[in-house]
């Protein structure tokens, strides 16, 4: 003989229905809005959990081919043969039935009673962003270093005199303070990197110094002399 249900076991069962019923509609507001947020990359899917042949309730941005009533995937069936299943399962790798790369995150939806009944996937197609990776690649990778450093700031006096600041700095000194020898190096730095091609750069050379410019020429090397 079949055993009558109680009324409290029937009005459970009632607001058991009508939470999970009230689950599946917040999902699809959810599934709506991400769609509509993260295409096309992003596929959202949500799931009915309670009906496991007839899985997919909703899908935005479409990306796998799936329909409305296909069953559950691997994932679905594994939280509904465990509860203890974890509750969200972030960027794992995947694929689409034709192949294309796809990272995914599988967030289960449980009820009150700790059951879950819905599950809202999001599966984003990674080969689109592999291909522009590479191609960001190919276009910062250089070649073969170029036969002397080059600076593409603008060359000035005040770039003349930078250079000779720097220089002494990493001395330990200040242009003024150079020993005679570092004097020689650092206008033998600048005369090789075209520092001294520029106008007046003799001048501001000697000014940072401290010298006549006459005494600068003295500092050049045989083959940067007029």
Known sequence: ??????PTEVSGASVSARENALLLREGRKIVEALGQTLAPLVEVVLH?????????????NNLSGRQVGDAATEMGLARLNDP???EV??????????????????IGLKNSAGEYVAAVCLNMDVSLLGAVTAG????????????LPESLAPRTGDGVRAAL?????ARNT???????????DAVRELAESGHLNLRHALAEVARTLGVARSTVYTYLPSEHRP
């Open 165 to 169: 600041e720097r220089y002494a700095a």
């Open 136 to 147: 960001l690649g190919q276009l910062m990778q250089t070649g073969a270093a170029a036969p």
């Open 89 to 106: 399962v972030a960027n794992y790798p995947n694929r689409f039935p034709d192949g294309r790369p796809v990272k995914s995150t599988s």
């Open 84 to 86: 203890g299943f974890p």
């Open 1 to 6: 003989m079949a055993k009558i249900k109680t």
């Open 174 to 184: 200040t242009p003024i303070g150079m020993t005679l020898a570092q004097r020689r």
């Open 48 to 60: 009915d959990l309670t009906s496991p042949e007839q899985s997919v309730v909703a899908i935005s």
